[in-house]
């Protein structure tokens, strides 16, 4: 069934809105669903999907970090493949609180990173992105030397969107209960959330 234009905005601001408001990056995998289908009809259009919210420049790092944290393997896409960049372009597009989250978390990484490399986070080698990305870890878990406080917040709020658009998507619900991805920091997907997501393969002949 087709749901008109309108009502999906609305059900996709309510969702962007209720994020933040609960202080997490989870969504449910019903609303999330509607996010994935929005993203999938402008890939779909001539020249691929435009970001909405996100800048090209802050795009292209969430997108970096998105395939850093759930990468492609032998079983499935990454979390690129899945979508997560646009679904994170899409919730931000919807709520100017997450947006600063993301230009904010964004401009402190290129700043971190420059002091060590001289160049954005995009632009600096893959080692040099799994170094930072793996020196967050160590701040979040609070056994780390490393100054990085003020980046921890915004780690865990791509990682957990990233995740959650990832497990959500067509590509994410044929890869559950497969361990094969490795995510940077440990995630452990709800079993309500493998349940429903589970009989909506089933529904769709996933």
Not at 38 to 58: C, F, K, M, N, W
Not at 137 to 157: I, K, T, Y
Not at 185 to 202: G, H, K, L, N, Q
């Amino acid at each position: 069934m087709t749901v008109p234009r309108l009502s999906r905005r609305a059900v996709l601001r309510q969702l962007a809105l209720a994020i933040t408001a609960a202080g997490s990056g989870s969504v449910p995998i019903e609303a999330a669903r509607l996010v994935h289908t929005i993203a999938g009809e402008s890939r779909s259009q001539p020249g691929g999907y435009t970001p909405v919210q996100l800048t090209d420049h802050e795009f292209r790092t969430v997108s970096r970090l998105a395939e850093l944290i759930v990468p492609a393997d032998a079983r499935g896409g990454s979390a690129v493949d899945a979508g997560a960049p646009e679904f994170i372009d899409l919730l931000c597009s919807q709520n100017d609180q997450l947006t600063t989250i993301y230009q904010n978390g964004i401009r402190w990484l290129d700043a971190t990173i420059r002091e060590r490399s001289g160049n954005n986070f995009i632009d600096t080698s893959a080692e040099a992105q799994a170094d930072i990305l793996d020196d967050l870890v160590e701040a979040e878990r609070g056994d780390s030397s490393h100054n990085l406080s003020e980046g921890v917040n915004f780690f865990d709020w791509v990682r957990r969107m990233a995740v959650d658009a990832y497990y959500t998507s067509p590509i994410g619900i044929r890869d559950i209960g497969y361990q094969g991805n490795q995510v940077l920091s440990s995630y452990e997907t709800p079993s309500e959330a493998i349940d429903f997501a589970t009989r909506v393969a089933d529904d769709l002949g996933l």
